[in-house]
């Protein structure tokens, strides 16, 4: 079966190279997100001659209170990248206090994006998601963008006004391991399911998951969609092969 991790830090593993190498050998289709856009050459060279794995051009929100200027060198490089991630805010105890300057720099990646047109970004939306939502409305006009909600941890009502304006949601294991994960994946639309790993924030057999992990998203959301794994993984790549068109 073709697998889908839609969600990694490749570059964050000690053996980056070894991985991207790997993920194209088992043709996992791997987003290698990045945190800053200083790891963007690197990620985009290494991707660059590979038929499965893909780099994301990124700001991550928890980084955005050090690293808010390097905004300007993800503008430049934009025109490089059709995959952006991981971006959006993170409202938990640990980032709050930069909320507003995570505000400033998530709307501006919105608007280059919806300028640029055909992106599709990973986002983050740690107790944000409302917020989330509502800047992607005001940013970004409808066709102008494709959006996937990693790890989503927002209420129900959240998920629902997020699937009703055309947003995918990538899944990973731990995620499928806890009963309120479970039910908020089982009340999500199929067609707009993917899976992930965020490796290496995430284990899998002792030691930090890796694309070729994302085999255990795939089966527990088999389980909890009432399908095989074959017929998970199957929706899965149908719903990236929408995506990504």
Same mark, same amino acid.
């Given at each position: ?19 991207? =190498?790997? %993920?194209?050998?088992? *043709?996992?289709? +791997?987003?290698?997100? /990045? /945190? /800053?856009?200083? !790891?963007?050459?690197? &990620?985009?060279?290494?991707?660059? &001659? /590979?038929?499965? $794995?893909?780099? !994301? ?8 209170? #050090?690293?808010? =200027? ?5 503008? &430049?490089?934009?025109? #490089? ?12 105890? =640990? ?7 995570? *505000?400033?720099?998530? @709307?501006?990646?919105?608007? =280059?994006?919806?300028?640029?047109? &055909? ?6 939306? $740690?107790?944000?998601?409302?917020? $989330? ?23 129900? !009502? *959240? ?20 009963? @309120?994960?479970?039910?908020? $994946? ?5 067609? @707009? ?31 909890? @969609?009432?399908?095989?794994?074959? #017929? %998970? ?10 995506? +990504?068109?």
């Amino acid at each position: 079966m073709k697998l889908v991790d839609f969600h990694c830090h490749l570059d964050l593993f000690p053996d980056f190279e070894a991985l991207v =190498r790997e %993920s194209e050998r088992l *043709e996992i289709f +791997t987003l290698a997100v /990045t /945190t /800053t856009p200083k !790891a963007w050459a690197r &990620n985009r060279i290494l991707a660059s &001659n /590979t038929k499965y $794995v893909r780099a !994301a051009l990124g700001l991550h929100p928890q980084l955005v209170a #050090e690293h808010w =200027r390097e905004i300007d060198l993800w503008e &430049n490089l934009l025109g #490089e990248a059709r995959y952006v991630g991981e971006v959006g805010l993170d409202a938990g105890p =640990r980032h709050f206090s930069s909320m507003a300057r995570q *505000e400033e720099i998530f @709307r501006r990646i919105l608007r =280059r994006c919806a300028e640029a047109g &055909n992106k599709i970004l990973s986002i983050h939306s $740690v107790r944000s998601a409302t917020k $989330v939502l509502d800047l992607i409305e005001e940013e970004v006009p409808a066709g102008r963008a494709k959006f996937v909600f990693h790890w989503f941890s927002g209420s129900s !009502a *959240e998920a629902k006004r997020a699937a009703s304006v055309g947003c995918y949601f990538s899944v990973n294991g731990q995620m499928l391991q806890s009963d @309120r994960g479970r039910a908020l $994946v089982s009340s999500l639309p199929e067609d @707009r399911l993917l899976t992930e790993t965020d490796g290496p924030f995430t284990s899998q057999g002792g030691g930090p998951a890796r694309p070729r992990d994302v085999r255990q998203a795939v089966k527990l959301l088999g389980t909890t @969609r009432g399908l095989s794994t074959d #017929e %998970s993984a199957a929706v899965v790549l149908r719903n990236l092969r929408t995506l +990504t068109g």
